[in-house]
């Protein structure tokens, strides 16, 4: 093979080919990875009303708005001409919902190791291959083996994308410059709601003019696509990649330094530190949030509201849309603020996560209180995640602010203690909604306002973005200054 210099002929033609940083181009495959991850995780919301035997609502609401609205045009319809009615309970369907986040809590705090010692590509694009596969495959096991078949595929689904948010946020560390981290990682995380538009949106249109399995297949194949196209043009880290011009590689040397030898963990100083146990709670009260939204919305509009599909479909993806473009204006904002010094890195880290915490329960309890006024509830619920969206700029990339080397074990303890959420708020919520009526749900509002303002509080008094003494940069600079300050950890 001819080469020039060092590099071959082929290699530098592709290099030239790619008219972008690949650092740009890594962060919009982990934006497009999290669209497909998540469009095979919350696309069970609508599903799951299209298996069910849906409960005959001759209870109008009152006046106090307790009961449920009048149906929208083509809900009848709908519900005759559906050829699969499991008698499924209220309790059970919450549980086919959270049961995903079983597997889920179990792979994380492995995954995050993998990630931090092997490198993050192949750790997340395994994972997303045996997500496409259980997702493909989910409508026949649920044909042969119905609700113990979708649980048991559910949970496995859980077990393969356990790994994703650990390796995703190695892959950033070694990527993204801090200076650039605000926007390319709220970028790249913001895949959370536009996989959860394309979800809405794709399985509405899709189950209302296709059989239902139809929907998993798809979203299943174009999962396969990505994994092979990212295992193509993505490397762990800049040193690997094959076709980063030498600019760039030097840029992101000089800016993210290289921890070349291999480090056990430092766990005890991890586990008990003051600002991963608030990080921890945070991440739990946006998660209760923010799962009751993406499980649950669908089954309120249709249960409550009584939104046909088609138009659930549509309506439900609103509000994601919403924190789509929220997210990614607040990581420009927030690279601003802290480029321009009018806020200090830790100062912006908090004010954007209780933004983000206080301002999605106040509008999620006003939602409730709406009546039947079908597009004012709606609206309120699209201001609420709108909201929502300065916490991928906030709490969401303190993981690589706290220590770049173990930032995906630090995420894999949030996100997996995050996932003992996701179990438990559907089964909760199942539980206070036996009869699906809006005061019921007006509950669980009240409920989910009192969970994110508590996890913003927290994180405002005692989270940081503050490099942590056991991030192996900060022990090298200490031992250069022979300074021997305490650390910040419970003893």
């Known amino acids: 093979m001819m080469t020039v210099g060092k590099q071959p002929i082929w290699q ?142 559910r949970i496995l689904m859980g077990v393969a994308q356990g790994s994703i948010f650990p390796a995703l946020t190695v892959l950033l560390s070694h990527w993204v410059p801090p200076r650039e981290r605000s926007t390319l990682g709220a970028f790249c995380y913001s895949g959370v709601s536009a996989g959860t538009v394309v979800s809405n949106l794709g399985s509405g249109f899709m189950i209302h003019y296709l059989p239902w399995g139809m929907c998993l297949i798809v979203f299943g194949t174009a999962t396969m696509f990505w994994m092979i196209a990212f295992v193509l043009i993505c490397a762990s880290t800049p040193n690997e990649h094959l076709f980063i011009r030498p600019g760039e590689k030097a840029y992101l040397k000089r800016h993210i330094p290289v921890q070349k030898e291999i480090l056990s963990t430092p766990w005890r100083r991890i586990l008990f530190s003051k600002a991963l146990i608030a990080l921890a709670i945070s991440q739990m009260g946006h998660d209760w949030g923010f799962f009751a939204i993406v499980s649950y919305l669908p089954k309120y ?44 890195l830790n100062v912006e880290r908090k004010v954007f ?9 106040v509008l999620m309890v006003v939602a409730s209180y709406v009546g039947c006024n079908k597009s004012l509830a709606v609206a309120f619920f ?61 509950s669980v509002f009240w409920l989910s306002f009192a969970i994110l303002v508590f996890s ?22 200490r031992r250069r200054k022979r300074s021997h300050k305490p650390l910040d950890v419970f003893t």
């Open 382 to 442: 699209t201001l609420s995640l709108f909201t929502m969206g300065p916490f991928y700029a906030g709490q969401k990339l303190t993981p690589m602010d706290m220590s770049p080397t173990y930032s995906g074990t630090i995420m894999a303890i949030c996100n997996g203690l995050g996932s003992v959420i996701g179990v438990a708020c559907p089964s909760i919520i199942g539980i206070m909604t036996t009869d699906t009526t809006m005061r019921q749900w007006r």
């Open 12 to 153: 530098q033609r592709c290099t030239r080919a790619c008219l972008l940083p690949i650092r740009i181009v890594v962060a919009t495959m982990g934006f497009f990875g999290l669209v497909c991850a998540f469009t095979n995780r919350v696309s069970i919301a609508h599903i799951i009303l299209e298996l069910v035997a849906h409960r005959n609502r001759t209870d109008p609401i009152d006046r106090k708005g307790s009961g449920v609205c009048a149906p929208d045009g083509g809900v009848s319809a709908e519900r005759i001409n559906r050829r699969i009615n499991h008698e499924w309970s209220e309790s059970l369907q919450g549980f086919i919902l959270g049961c995903f986040y079983i597997g889920y809590f179990v792979v994380h705090i492995p995954g995050g190791m993998l990630a931090d010692r092997f490198g993050a590509k192949w750790v997340l694009g395994i994972s997303m291959l045996c997500s496409a596969l259980c997702t493909i495959f989910t409508p026949l096991i649920v044909e042969i083996f119905h609700e113990k078949g979708l649980i048991a595929v």
């Open 353 to 361: 996560t209780f933004i983000s915490a206080f301002l999605p329960g």
């Open 456 to 477: 913003g509080i927290v994180f405002a008094v005692w989270g940081t973005a503050d490099r942590q003494a056991y991030d192996p940069r900060i022990q090298r600079q």
């Open 301 to 344: 509009m249709s249960d409550v509201l009584q939104f046909s599909i088609l138009s659930n479909g549509i309506m439900t993806s609103l509000p994601f849309i919403a924190l789509w473009l929220s997210s990614l204006i607040c990581g420009f904002l927030a690279d601003w603020l802290i480029r321009t010094r009018r806020m200090t």
